[in-house]
Structure formats: structure tokens, C-alpha cells
């Protein structure tokens, strides 16, 4: 149990484009969904929580007209890189978790390449 | 605000072997919840065990256990008999009770398991 999916798990988009990232829990409802960005030895940032039905709450430093977040159902958050350029090429990882609980499941991630 | 500290980027171990992991934790919380994720070649982060902290028994599960000292906010993983599989990045993390915490990672430790 406490299966999270990612889709896709490798992106290549050019530089300008918009990119659509598809986080899911197949077998839990989760109203919080966390977005996280992980550079190359490092460790997890997280960029934004996402609650389902509700605007997102995001770090500090990270763009919210850049990295847009919906959390549309209990299953399903989708992070979109809009206008990406290369320093916005990394590993994205969601995580959900399920409702009552104090603990989070990891999506296995997205790499995204801007070129 | 939180932080959380591994202060052993890598250590190593021998197979059938026991190793501990080290981590340290700053808050002014009396609840909260303490946990170690596990994140091998594949980048998947696995949850491996957790902690409440108003419970003063230690978390074990089945080869993996921790040592808790609430007071000296300490919060160390011990694998026993250790296996190839478990080579991976283990990241302790800390999240304040509540159904809408997040999670604050130390930066890890690089666990290499040797024949």
C-alpha cells in the first residue's frame, strides 16, 4: 500500500516551453500533496505544499508564476514548469500524504532536461 | 525553525556487519515526528522507520532501529546485519505534528556496504 506514481520520469523540453508533471496516489486519498526539488548529492527542497481544493503555499525564493501548482482531487497534483530554461533542468519528486497521518510517500520522480 | 543534521556525509560497512547513522535535530516542539528515508541508486525514496515523539520506546523495524534521546534531540538509525541492498542515501527528517506538516531533511549520509 501507499503507492505514489509520477509521470513522466524523464522530460526533455526546449527552452521557452511549458512542461506538465502528473503526481498520483493509486491507493490513498491524500488532501496534502509536497512538491520537492533534488540537485545532483544533495539534499530534498521542498518548493510547495499542495492541498487539494486550495491554492498552494510555496517557499520562500521559489517562483509561483514559474512553478504552478493544482491539486484537483484526492489523488492527483500536477506541477507545471512554465517557460523553462536550462537552470531549471533537475529531478523533481512529489510526495502525498495520506489523510490522518504523519507521514509522507515518494513519487520515484521526474527528471527534467531544458535545452 | 527546524533544522536537522547528519554530520557523516558517507560511512561504510561490511556485509552481516552493524552500522549507525547519526542525527541531530533543533526545535522548540515537545510533539513531533522524527523519520529516516532511504534513497538507493534509483532515486525512489522509501520510507524505512518512524518515531513519535511522545513515545519514548524505540522504533524498530525488523533489521532497522533507532535510539531516540528526546532530550539530547538525538535521533540515530542502527541497521543490523547489513546487506548489499541497503547501499543507498539515508536522510533523516523531522515534521511537526499535525495532518499538514512538512518535512525538514538533514543532508544526508551515503551508506556503502562492502563484501
Known amino acids: 500500500g501507499a503507492v505514489v506514481s509520477q509521470h513522466p520520469s524523464r522530460v526533455i523540453c526546449k527552452s521557452g516551453t511549458s512542461v506538465k508533471i502528473e503526481c498520483r496516489s493509486l491507493?490513498?486519498?491524500?488532501?496534502?500533496m509536497f512538491w520537492y526539488r533534488q540537485f545532483p548529492k544533495q539534499s530534498l527542497m521542498l518548493m510547495a505544499t499542495?492541498?487539494?481544493?486550495?491554492?498552494?503555499?510555496?517557499e520562500q525564493g521559489v517562483e509561483k508564476d514559474k512553478f504552478l501548482i493544482n491539486h484537483a482531487s484526492l489523488t492527483l497534483s500536477t506541477l507545471t514548469v512554465t517557460s523553462a530554461h536550462p537552470e531549471d533542468s533537475s529531478f523533481y519528486i512529489c510526495?502525498?500524504?495520506?489523510?490522518?497521518?504523519?507521514?509522507?510517500?515518494f513519487g520515484p520522480g521526474t527528471r527534467l532536461t531544458v535545452t | 525553525a527546524q533544522t536537522v543534521t547528519q554530520s557523516q556525509p558517507e560511512m561504510s560497512v561490511q556485509e552481516a556487519e552493524t552500522v549507525t547513522l547519526s542525527c541531530t535535530y533543533d526545535t522548540s516542539e515537545s510533539d513531533y515526528y522524527l523519520f529516516w528515508y532511504k534513497q538507493p541508486p534509483s532515486r525512489q525514496m522509501i520510507l524505512v522507520i518512524r518515531q513519535e515523539a511522545y513515545k519514548q520506546q524505540n522504533a524498530t523495524e525488523n533489521r532497522f532501529s533507532v535510539n531516540f534521546q528526546k532530550a539530547a534531540k538525538s535521533f540515530s538509525l542502527k541497521i543490523s546485519d547489513s546487506q548489499l541492498g541497503d547501499a543507498a542515501m539515508y536522510f533523516c527528517a523531522y515534521s511537526e505534528a499535525g495532518t499538514a506538516s512538512k518535512l525538514t531533511f538533514g543532508t544526508g549520509t551515503r551508506l556503502q556496504v562492502t563484501l
Open positions: 510526495s502525498a500524504r495520506p489523510e490522518a497521518r504523519n507521514e509522507q510517500y
Open positions: 491507493d490513498f486519498q491524500a488532501t496534502t
Open positions: 499542495s492541498n487539494e481544493g486550495s491554492k498552494a503555499t510555496y
